[in-house]
């Protein structure tokens, strides 16, 4: 595929990463597997449709625990901003329970979009993190973020506890600045591990990696596998076998013809 991809992470409590896109998918569309982020886009040339929204100038991809359909009309000629999970009410001033599963429109990109001209680098450079919140209950859901990303398997209950609050009022301060819950985010930063691990171009031992991250038969690896990819770990492997290269494969992206 003749496509540009330009990534740079950021450490800053709201803004994990920015990137820009610009080439001709080499096929029809992609499921890509949720992160547990919230993210925006400015596009730049053809309109893209993500689900069933099609964005002309900007979109908000909210929280979710489904794969995203990204079907480029055209080129692909995209800037983009993911929020950190809890990120996403000060990088882009929605309230993420609103965006929970749903694709928007994002007014702000239409501004964005007029000034950004010139080549990757340049346009990146203009994307300004919001300042750092200082909030006590977000610093607090950022914490069980944290130890949810070091260690998935790690029970919720435990976690509430470190931070010396029950498990209902984590679950309450996720669904507000998470706009989802520890439980499905622990599952989603699982399922991105096993993503992350397998060489699908090898022969993969997806037992072996699963029992690393907490499964414990294959019922339920299949299970959340699907609910996060839309597809089985088999069919994900054949899939980027099939149509991608080495040099191409991603994690998490599921190409369909």
């Known amino acids: ?61 909210g929280p979710h625990d489904r794969p995203i359909v990204n079907e480029p009309t055209g080129e692909t000629h995209c800037l983009g901003i993911v929020a950190t999970p809890v990120g996403c009410l000060a990088t882009f001033g929605v309230a993420p329970a609103a965006l929970r599963g749903r694709v928007v429109d994002w007014p702000p990109a239409a501004d964005l979009r ?31 973020v944290a130890a949810l990303t070091d260690d998935p398997t790690r029970p919720i209950a435990d976690i509430a506890e470190g931070l010396g609050v029950s498990h209902g009022h ?34 993969v031992a997806w037992q072996e990696h699963a029992a690393a991250l907490g499964w414990f038969d294959q019922a339920h690896l299949i299970r959340d596998f699907k609910r996060h990819t839309g597809v ?8 980027q076998r099939r149509l991608f290269t080495p040099a191409d494969a991603a994690p998490g992206f599921v190409p369909e013809t």
Do not use: C, K
């Open 1 to 61: 595929m003749d496509f540009t991809f330009v990534s740079r992470e950021l450490s800053t409590p709201h803004v994990e990463s920015i990137w820009y896109a610009r080439g001709q998918i080499g096929y029809r569309r992609e499921r890509i597997a949720p992160t547990g982020s919230t993210v925006g886009g400015v596009v730049l040339g053809d309109p893209i449709r993500q689900n069933d929204f099609l964005a002309t100038t900007g979109f908000l991809i």
């Open 170 to 203: 984590l679950d309450r301060e996720f669904l507000r600045v998470v706009g989802l819950g520890p439980r499905v985010l622990a599952r989603i930063l699982r399922v991105r591990g096993l993503l992350a691990r397998v060489d699908v171009y090898g022969q």
């Open 232 to 239: 089985t770990p088999s069919e994900y492997q054949a899939a």
């Open 114 to 144: 007029d000034a950004l001209d010139g080549d990757p680098e340049t346009m990146l450079d203009l994307i300004t993190p919001p300042p750092a919140d200082v909030d006590p209950r977000t610093e607090r859901v950022a914490a069980a």
